[in-house]
């Protein structure tokens, strides 16, 4: 049952929070009937994701197994058949459909523009896991679609206003994110010639501390002028949404030292779940944004 467990990453659920960013963003976080609805659709990409990671290390078995790292994951070491595998992703397919066929979605909500998006994420990844990881840039930018679509189908579930603002910072932090895993791949490849994927080879480390220092200035000056558009101000009825910025300086600041400093950022989930100071600037950003936006 552990390897099951294990190639299901239910560690990498974490991800699909992005769902509930709309709700929250619309001051409607505490709405039930929504929130059960986020949660729904969350649980459905929940399945849809772990039916890709099995579908992903089905693909990746053989380089897995030269991987230092991935060399313990269940299809490299034999723990899980490759039909078994296949087995089980078709059923976290099926059943992340089924999760949003069968939800009694409040009214409003069109089933099939959210089953549209669910295919689509299946679709993209499905292509990613087959062919396009192995294309520099492209294997980067498929990830952060797929946190986009993930704010999209909350916004949907919801039936919640998503602005322009949310889909360009979801998008830049997911890039910020997959850069600075590649670049992880990038000092591995470079120290032990171990190729993560093929399209490492058209990547280099000045390259990527290039691409990734870009990327961070681009997130931090969006967020800065996000909290202090107007349109922004007069939706939330506060003018003091530029504090949070300082969370996301520090938190920004403090993933740059991980990615470069420490080498450290091969898995931003487990980032996320262990570093304290990374911890702190999300949850200090959290209670600043949830004061400003709920008890203003």
Same mark, same amino acid.
């Given at each position: 049952?552990?390897?099951?467990?294990?190639?299901?990453?239910?560690?990498?659920?974490?991800?699909?929070?992005?769902?509930?960013?709309?709700?929250?963003?619309?001051?409607?976080?505490?709405?039930?009937?929504?929130?059960?609805?986020?949660i729904a659709m969350a649980f459905?990409?929940?399945?849809?994701?772990?039916?890709?990671?099995?579908?992903?290390?089905?693909?990746?078995?053989?380089?897995?197994?030269?991987?230092?790292?991935?060399?313990?994951?269940? !299809?490299?070491?034999?723990?899980?058949?490759? +039909?078994?595998?296949?087995?089980? %992703? #078709?059923? &976290? =397919?099926?059943? *992340?459909?089924?999760?949003?066929?069968?939800?009694?979605?409040?009214?409003?909500?069109?089933?099939?523009?959210?089953?549209?998006?669910d295919l689509l994420y299946l679709?993209?990844?499905?292509?990613?896991?087959?062919?396009?990881?192995?294309?520099?840039?492209?294997?980067?930018? !498929?990830?952060?679609?797929?946190?986009?679509? +993930?704010?999209?189908?909350?916004? %949907? #579930?919801? &039936? =919640?206003?998503? *602005?322009?603002?949310?889909?360009?910072?979801?998008?830049?932090?997911?890039?910020?994110?997959?850069?600075?895993?590649?670049?992880?791949?990038?000092?591995?490849?470079?120290?032990?010639?171990?190729?993560?994927?093929?399209?490492?080879?058209?990547?280099?480390?000045?390259?990527?501390?290039?691409?990734?220092?870009?990327?961070?200035?681009?997130?931090?000056?969006?967020?800065?002028?996000?909290?202090?558009?107007?349109?922004?101000?007069?939706?939330?009825?506060?003018?003091?949404?530029?504090?949070?910025?300082?969370?996301?300086?520090?938190?920004?600041?403090?993933?740059?030292?991980?990615?470069?400093?420490?080498?450290?950022?091969?898995?931003?989930?487990?980032?996320?779940?262990?570093?304290?100071?990374?911890?702190?600037?999300?949850?200090?950003?959290?209670?600043?944004?949830?004061?400003?936006?709920?008890?203003?």
């Amino acid at each position: 049952m552990k390897p099951i467990i294990k190639i299901l990453r239910p560690q990498q659920w974490i991800k699909n929070s992005f769902v509930l960013l709309p709700l929250f963003f619309n001051g409607s976080l505490f709405n039930m009937q929504l929130l059960l609805s986020a949660i729904a659709m969350a649980f459905a990409f929940c399945l849809a994701s772990s039916g890709i990671y099995c579908l992903n290390d089905i693909c990746d078995a053989e380089s897995d197994k030269l991987h230092p790292k991935k060399k313990s994951r269940p !299809i490299a070491c034999g723990e899980v058949s490759k +039909r078994k595998a296949l087995l089980l %992703m #078709v059923f &976290c =397919v099926i059943s *992340s459909i089924f999760v949003i066929c069968i939800f009694p979605w409040q009214t409003g909500v069109d089933v099939c523009h959210v089953f549209v998006i669910d295919l689509l994420y299946l679709l993209i990844n499905i292509a990613y896991c087959i062919r396009l990881k192995h294309i520099a840039i492209i294997d980067v930018f !498929i990830i952060a679609v797929g946190f986009v679509l +993930r704010i999209i189908a909350g916004a %949907m #579930v919801t &039936c =919640v206003f998503l *602005s322009h603002w949310m889909i360009l910072m979801t998008f830049l932090l997911a890039l910020l994110l997959a850069f600075s895993k590649r670049r992880d791949d990038v000092v591995m490849f470079e120290k032990t010639h171990v190729k993560a994927r093929n399209s490492i080879v058209r990547y280099n480390l000045p390259f990527m501390n290039l691409v990734i220092g870009v990327i961070a200035s681009i997130t931090m000056v969006c967020y800065i002028m996000y909290t202090v558009s107007p349109e922004v101000i007069n939706r939330f009825h506060s003018s003091f949404l530029y504090v949070t910025s300082v969370f996301v300086l520090a938190g920004i600041i403090r993933y740059l030292q991980i990615t470069i400093v420490d080498v450290k950022s091969g898995n931003p989930t487990k980032v996320l779940l262990k570093d304290r100071f990374v911890q702190a600037t999300v949850l200090g950003w959290i209670i600043t944004f949830a004061i400003i936006i709920y008890m203003g």
